[in-house]
């Protein structure tokens, strides 16, 4: 069955509906395009047909965009001369939304034609607005849940089917901006507010009808004569100071790390330059560019198909029933413990909040109350939802409140004989079928296991810090962790509306294992004389959120001296030696503990504003005279963390790709233009990896030695998706 249908009525209105088949949301894909192409030239032929309403089959949605699993395709299925077809492929698609567009008007005189609205009964987004914008007019259901705009940048691409050439001349490059280059999603009235959309009705399909039938004018204002850009072309003064200022931000937000970013910006550029057709090629070439990239192609695997995947529970083990949660014990009401427990209420999941005393635990869940004190002044919470959420959390230090819960989060201090008493005292009270679960972020499982009495329901659920924040949460298997705890923690965080990973018990698992190589490695060059904003700066240019001198400082250095101390007295005489603990240890002993305290690597005012680098650091690590080559800084900083993901890999600690690529990107921010640390390895290749590594462990030490894993597969010639990709996309190739 096709993916469009049309119906003609007596009226004279065609309304060709939009319904993908086995899909809750429709995408748009090829044959997508080539159906809906068919069906406009029958209504434009059909001399019965007086205008067009496009909308959609689903409730309470016109689109969620095109099929990224298609685009992720459209290179490799391209032929030899890739370039050319995809562009070819690109102005056939830009050829059915000016059909669309242009409806039948006269190409000279703009005679002639028929209308087409568009009815949207929700949510909107990439192709699934790009088709509203190229019709005539636009008709939105009044749904406060439905968001609108283009969040192509998020993924590595940009509005390619003419969004981002139609929407600038639309509004104008400035008001364009946010909804182009930082993918922002509004909710219909707000959209209709900025100008993306011309309506928003009660009865959106009525209002299309009686508009259709109104003969109304259906020029678009870039296809009359004198039409101005708003807010001036680039060679307007105006326009001049807007592209000057939209060069600034996109390179102050993305470091040039992003091509996408900049291959919009001039698409734009270029394309105010131009008249509207030859805007086009000029969009389509720069898309062209961008799938062109491997950048591209491994932020839409990770970001979105491999994401996709986890949230959907592609790990989840096979056979065991549903394992949704219904009421949680959180141990512990820190900031942590806070947290769970006020995303957990949200989900409408009943939460008892555990602490020492009711002081504490009150506190705990005021943390939920502050929370959505926030949104009731944003207009995002109302007075209902707030009560019904407080009711939810049970702040309490009767351990006997716990009766009745079938998942257990313990959050206490990170301490194996404190959490080794909790975990006795609530089993001990919890039923026999609860599973039990640990919110560590270093301690092995398998360890804290031993003082449980069901090793099988022991697990990790690892939250990333703030909760409500982060869009990660690590699972963790302990040695004798059975599937049904493994489906309850994937089910729970499911639930939250988090994405998860699960790993194999591990000394820090796998996210810190990999980030704390990062830190390290700053602090090691810090001590070697490297600029301190050389290195973060470095770091900020492959994309990282933030670099590794400036993070330490933010998770506090105090934690790094006791996260040392505790690893050295767990491994002894194995425990590798390093500059970087002098100089965190030392810090320590400054009192210079971070941001928390207002001191540490950096000077900081009264309210906690960095004020710059502390020279002090140089009094006892001299700046070099001559500063490393930024790429060598570069390196040392990526391949500190990708060689731990590849070992981790190696060593059975993460067990499918996806889960180290999607982790990296979403728990630490690893440049997520790179698709990962195993996507980012695939890019450069197994031969030029070990090779440079190779030659970073002659210059720094044994920690860059390849391991042999990736030794091997640079010598057979092998890529990390093409040996180990479990998706289904992969094995249907």
């Not at 959390?393 to 201090?413: H, N, R």
Request: hydrophobic share 40%; aromatic share 8%; with cysteine.
């Amino acid at each position: 069955m096709t993916d469009f249908t049309m119906t003609k009525d007596a009226e004279g209105i065609a309304t060709i509906t939009w319904d993908t088949q086995g899909k809750s949301m429709n995408v748009m894909s090829e044959q997508g395009f080539y159906d809906l192409d068919a069906h406009m030239d029958d209504a434009l032929a059909d001399e019965a047909v007086k205008g067009i309403i496009i909308t959609s089959g689903k409730p309470g949605s016109f689109a969620g965009g095109m099929d990224l699993n298609v685009i992720a395709k459209m290179k490799d299925s391209a032929g030899d001369s890739p370039e050319q077809a995809l562009f070819d492929g690109l102005m056939k698609m830009h050829g059915v939304l000016r059909k669309i567009e242009r409806a039948g008007m006269d190409p000279k005189t703009n005679k002639g034609g028929k209308p087409v609205a568009c009815v949207m009964p929700g949510t909107a987004l990439g192709i699934g607005f790009e088709i509203p914008l190229a019709c005539h007019r636009t008709f939105a259901a009044d749904n406060p849940k439905a968001k609108i705009g283009l969040p192509e940048i998020m993924v590595g691409i940009f509005p390619g089917m003419g969004g981002t050439t139609r929407l600038t001349r639309k509004m104008g490059a400035m008001a364009a901006s946010p909804f182009l280059l930082q993918g922002k999603q509004v909710d219909p009235k707000k959209a209709k507010g900025a100008g993306l959309i011309d309506e928003v009705s009660e009865d959106p399909m009525a209002d299309a009808r009686a508009w259709v039938l109104s003969e109304p004018k259906i020029v678009k204002p870039w296809d009359e004569k004198g039409y101005k850009m708003p807010g001036g072309a680039p060679y307007h003064p105006a326009g001049f100071q807007t592209f000057v200022g939209a060069s600034a931000m996109v390179n102050a937000n993305t470091q040039g790390a992003f091509p996408a970013a900049k291959a919009l910006l001039s698409a734009v550029y270029e394309g105010a330059l131009v008249p509207f057709d030859t805007a086009l090629k000029v969009e389509a070439r720069w898309f062209t560019n961008v799938l062109m990239n491997p950048s591209s192609a491994a932020m839409i695997r990770s970001l979105f198909i491999n994401k996709e995947a986890l949230d959907k529970g592609a790990v989840r083990p096979q056979g065991i029933e549903d394992q949704s949660v219904k009421k949680l014990g959180v141990l512990g009401a820190g900031m942590m413990g806070a947290g769970i427990a006020l995303v957990s209420a949200q989900a409408g999941i009943e939460v008892v909040l555990i602490d020492r005393d009711q002081e504490a635990a009150d506190k705990g869940k005021a943390y939920t109350e502050a929370y959505l004190d926030k949104g009731m002044k944003r207009g995002k919470v109302t007075a209902d939802k707030k009560e019904a959420m407080l009711a939810r959390i049970t702040a309490t230090p009767d351990l006997e409140q716990l009766k009745g819960c079938d998942l257990i989060i313990e959050a206490v201090f990170e301490d194996t004989a404190v959490k080794a008493e909790m975990t006795k005292k609530v089993e001990a009270i919890i039923p026999e079928d609860c599973i039990f679960a640990s919110n560590t972020s270093t301690l092995p499982i398998t360890g804290l296991a031993e003082a449980s009495v069901r090793k099988d329901q022991f697990i990790g659920i690892h939250f990333f810090s703030p909760v409500e924040k982060m869009l990660l949460v690590e699972i963790i298997k302990g040695e004798q962790t059975g599937d049904r705890a493994v489906a309850k923690a994937l089910d729970y965080v499911r639930q939250i509306r988090k994405t998860p990973i699960v790993v194999n018990d591990a000394r820090f698992f796998y996210c810190n294992r990999c980030i704390i190589p990062y830190i390290n490695e700053g602090a090691r060059m810090v001590t070697e004389g490297v600029a301190p904003v050389l290195i973060d700066n470095a770091a900020r240019q492959l994309g990282f959120p933030v670099g590794p001198v400036t993070l330490t400082d933010e998770t506090s250095i105090d934690l790094g001296a006791k996260i040392a101390r505790a690893t050295k007295a767990a491994m002894g005489d194995a425990y590798p030696e390093s500059p970087s603990d002098d100089l965190v240890f030392w810090m320590e002993s400054e009192g210079r503990l971070g941001r928390k305290s207002k001191a540490g690597f950096f000077d900081y005012d009264e309210k906690g504003k960095r004020l710059g680098y502390w020279k002090g650091m140089q009094d006892k690590y001299p700046l070099a005279e001559e500063q490393p080559d930024l790429r060598e800084v570069q390196d040392r900083l990526m391949f500190s963390q990708v060689l731990e993901a590849v070992r981790a890999l190696e060593e059975g600690v993460i067990e499918d790709i996806r889960e180290a690529d999607v982790g990296a990107i979403l728990a630490w921010g690893f440049a997520p233009w790179s698709g990962g640390p195993l996507s980012w390895v695939d890019i450069i290749g197994t031969p030029y990896a070990a090779e440079r590594c190779a030659e970073l462990a002659a210059k720094y030490g044994d920690r860059f030695t390849p391991p042999a894993l990736l030794l091997e597969m640079a010598e057979k010639g092998q890529s990390f998706y093409g040996r180990f990709d479990k998706s289904a996309a992969a094995k249907a190739a």
